[in-house]
């Protein structure tokens, strides 16, 4: 059989798709498809894959598709020949049902045996059954493949619907998709491939646009004019991506043409799913009345975008104009009616936004306190209320450690009052509408009650880092409330045992954990990892269940590796991060520096050297138990040892003195004059001496440099 290649389309077509999982369902419904045919050996490596999702369909264009895989040469190990053949050459009775399983002709043993192959199998010979298989053909292979493909679809939420079935006796039968299925397409070149999925058998033709197809049904001529037929007699734009950039390039061209500045709000998981929820996108411009401006635009915002999917347009000052842009999916010559219809359905939106911050402002955010302790937050944590008091007790604490002089008490009682305030706006209706602007509206509020800029500033910003790459909180007020606020978390969750698993994390403990760590090392905070989780375990201490030792170990190890893998992302070495937080500096403001030096030291001559030589130490001091760092210079009686504590003497002074100051690099860079006498230390003196006293002196010497070489990283975590 003669193979050729040609290009294969599959189309399913199928009722309106989830839009915010359209994207995803495009894009593995055609790698999955074309995976799979290219296991079958239809589809080469070189095969171009391009996706296509709409409303209601999902396809894939695959190049360079055979109608039949290459026969292929199959190897199959039988058994030892001293098991296959017996004394005389002749198959026994395991090797002739062997070969019948695999279904070979056994009719003649003789003609079977002399087919088979001997090689060599480790030490002794086996027998080789060698076979061609034939390859798969399309028909058999695209139907595999087809119901691979959809079986692996990342389906959000299955659907279970009824399907007559086709057979003599009536019936229904159930199928379960992410959506009714109702058109099948599969075209190799032109001619149909005869599949058959979820109740239906492929064909070559389509549906286009609910209301403005040209053609009905959409008849395709072959594979390759897919996209070109559904556009002309269909009205639809098949690939996602190509409609994405359309509504792109329409939302700046009528952005422009309303002139001052105007640009679209930038949002692409809306630009993803006002994408998936039209076929043909036509941008029209609509307006509401400049009333509902004196709403906070954050609030009008999220209305249109969350409710309408409409993207509200920016002035040049990035100030909400009142004027939005709609995605229709008709172009009626006359647009006005879908102007004024869209117009119609946002007013009312707005109008509720409008009522919801009148109403808020009529009680002030203190006002709200004695509300939240009827707001539960956790069986076993208590209320809100109880977790706002927890959040307070924290924040102060950590405002006295970071107060200064006379504005200690100023800046202890700022954080106070933020913290106490924090959780209030939870209390609004609008944020009961809308919960992504918790933190926003209380700023708003704080205002307007007269709180100045430092207290509304940390309401709203003690929600951040809320995301990776988020921005701190603008203000110490707001780092000081946010630090608490994720400890208090942290502490909460860890001390009764509510840990992530897995991919599970319902209270986003990691991104509380990397933001806590982010605050400290960004800001540079002279504060303890370990005082604070002290500190905020102490309110917890109430706490039926609550287990102190959990925090103390657990959420520290917890936090240390987000760090480290963290760091590791930013493109530290597995190595330099191993030994700097192998010493687990407890001012997590440190660690960039302490990276850098063991970077710098890293670079030296000497650091190989003095890395083994350190992890040497390392496992003498190990053995030796407990030691003291005191040397008796009386008691050096080799020259190499008094030469290596004579070094000491005078690098070691020098090394702490650096690192007092923080100047960790020239600390390690100080030790590299060490690696002479250390080496020759080594090689001259015996450590473990018979007479106590010289070995107790000697242990004290490398204390004493394994003390001084570590106090910015463990070097011997750096030794090969």
Known sequence: MIMTNQNLLVELFVEELPPKALKKLGESFASQLAEQLRALGLASADS??????????LAAHITQVADKAADKAVQQKLMPVSVGLDAHGAATPALLKKLQALGADVSDPVKAVAALRKAPDGKAEALFYDSQVSGATLDVGLQQALETALGKLPIPKVMSYQLETDCELPGWSSVNFVRPAHGLVALHGSRVVPVKVLGLTAGNTTQGHRFEAAKSPVVLADADHYAATLLADGAVVASFAERRAAIVQQLNKAAALVGHGSHAIEDEALLDEVTALVERPNVLVCEFEAQFLEVPQECLILTMKANQKYFPLLDAANKLTNKFLVVSNISPDDTSLVIGGNERVVRPRLADAKFFFDQDRKKTLASRVDGLGKVVYHNKLGTQGERTERVRWIASNIARSLGDGGVKDAFSANADNAAMLSKCDLMTDMVGEFPELQG??????ARHDGLDDDIAFAIEDHYKPRFAGDELPRNTTGVVVALADKLETLVGMFGIGNLPTGDKDPFALRRH???????????????SVENLLAVAAHEFRSIAGFESGRVKVDLLDFIFDRLAGSLREQGYSALEVDAVLALRPQRLGDVPRRLAAVRAFTALAEAPALAAANKRISNILKKA?????????????????????????????????????????????????????????????????DAPELRQNRLGLLKTLHSAMNQVADLSRLAA
């Open 513 to 527: 954990a990397l933001g806590v760590i982010r605050m400290l090392i960004e800001k540079d905070l002279p504060l």
């Open 625 to 689: 138990g407990e030691v003291a760092a005191d040397v008796n210079p009386a008691l050096l009686l080799e020259p190499a040892e008094a030469a290596l504590f004579a070094a000491m003497q005078a690098s070691l002074p020098q090394v702490q003195a650096r690192f007092v100051a923080q100047d960790y690099t020239a600390a390690l860079q100080t030790l590299a004059a060490l690696r002479a006498p250390v080496d020759a230390f080594f090689e001259g003196v015996m450590v473990n001496a």
């Open 48 to 57: 171009v894959v391009t996706p296509f999702a709409s409303p209601r369909r």
């Open 440 to 445: 926003i509206m209380g700023a708003y509020y």
